[in-house]
């Protein structure tokens, strides 16, 4: 019996590292492995090679080479903007305002900041996962420092309006930052023009190495380090510098700014058909997030009466990896947090799956799933204790 190739199909979760990138890195981890913090030639070389990646991803944002901190994660930068933050304004209030979608690092920064003594304010979304403007310019007080607005959620696919919120911050004066970890690489973002004045994004997001992010710091902005040691990275991050992360980072960054307007419209394609396959194939499926402002490589569709770890298990058998969720929480039996805030009952959010496209996804891969997905979801409708009814 020939052997089912397998289809990744979960790369929101992760991505493989681009060839191009490896062969960017591979000289740092032995010819050229200095430590920038060295005066020798060989510290001279790292810092040159961290330098040179720090002005790549800085032009992806516009911004400044010096607002460009690099971190080890997409957790440690939000970690990084939401405490030190806190931490360094503290004097002028403390009062932080966040969505109830947001990445978990975020939500649980939130609840730390809580047991400091700060308050938290988290917003409504709607039924797409938006936030609404008028609300959040209602929760902001005088004692609000910053406002913590996810740019895509990693669920949904959700696009945020970070311009109208941006906005708004600059408005009553307070900072605002956005996890842009599934964003960037895939939406242009000009960090001036959205009034954005810290901005988190992940190099394993984009087809980098594992290990490498950044946390934009907008100039003037007081921020204090949650990590204290030989002052590397402006001060705001003390540890010896990840040289090949980085240079991958960089790398995998210049890779999407070259060719991000077209794969944006090849994945929005394969997006577009793989939602309208669902829908029309399996009776009762319904669309998660935004119809139309969603990342160009997200489908988050419920199934009634299905559950969604046993579809996840029967689609892995296959040969096909999904995930019913953020890789970071999905191994929890708690439904997800995103998609009871959008309204969908338990039962609809466990019968949940996200299924993202990536880079080397094929139309034939598509094509693939659009056959095996109903019969699946079919069998465990059908063994199911609550009985679907397509009158329903």
């Known amino acids: 019996m020939k052997k089912q190739k397998r289809i990744y199909l979960d790369y929101a979760a992760t991505t493989p590292v681009d060839e191009r990138v490896i062969k960017a890195m591979t000289p740092y981890f032995g010819k ?15 810092s040159e090679a961290v330098e040179k990646s720090r002005k790549v991803v800085a032009d992806m944002i516009y911004a400044k080479e010096s607002e460009i901190i690099f971190t080890s994660s997409a957790t440690e930068s939000n970690n990084l903007a939401l405490k030190g933050i806190a931490f ?3 004097e002028k209030g403390k009062h932080i305002i966040i969505s109830p979608i947001e990445h978990d690092c975020v939500l649980e920064s939130a609840k730390w900041l809580e047991k400091q003594g700060f308050e938290i304010t988290r917003l409504s979304v709607d039924s797409f996962g938006l936030i609404k403007p008028d609300e959040l310019e209602n929760a902001i007080r005088k004692d609000t420092i910053l406002v913590s607005i996810i740019h895509a959620n990693n669920e949904i696919g959700t696009i945020q309006d970070v311009k109208r919120i941006g906005e708004i911050c600059k408005k009553h004066n307070v900072y605002f930052h956005t996890d842009a970890s599934q964003s960037f690489g895939k939406i242009p973002i000009d960090v001036g023009r959205s009034n954005i004045d810290l901005l988190t994004a992940s190099s394993h997001k984009i087809y980098g190495p594992k290990g490498a992010a950044l946390l ?18 402006s001060g705001l991050r003390s540890s010896t510098v990840n040289v090949p992360a980085i240079v991958g980072f960089a790398k995998a960054a210049e890779i999407c700014s070259k060719t991000m307007a077209k794969e944006n419209e090849r994945m929005t394609a394969l997006r577009d058909r793989l939602i309208a396959g669902i829908l029309q194939k399996v009776k009762g499926s319904h669309l998660n997030g935004h119809p139309t402002q969603r990342l160009s490589n997200n489908v988050n569709v419920s199934f009634p009466f299905a559950e969604g770890e046993s579809l996840l298990i029967e689609l892995d058998l296959a040969g096909i990896e999904v995930s019913t969720g953020s890789a970071c929480s999905s191994r929890t039996l708690a439904p997800s947090h995103v998609l009871l805030a959008i309204g969908l009952k338990p039962q609809a959010a466990h019968g949940s799956l996200r299924i993202s496209l990536g880079r080397w996804t094929t139309k034939s891969e598509v094509n693939y799933l659009l056959d095996v997905l109903p019969n699946i979801v079919n069998k465990f409708r059908s063994i199911s204790p609550f009985k679907y009814d397509e009158r329903t």
């Open 32 to 46: 050229q492995f200095g430590n920038t913090m060295s005066f020798h030639s060989a510290g001279a070389k790292a």
């Open 88 to 90: 360094a304004n503290k």
């Open 216 to 233: 934009y710091v907008k100039t003037g902005v007081t921020i204090e380090p949650i990590l204290h040691g030989g002052g590397h990275e």
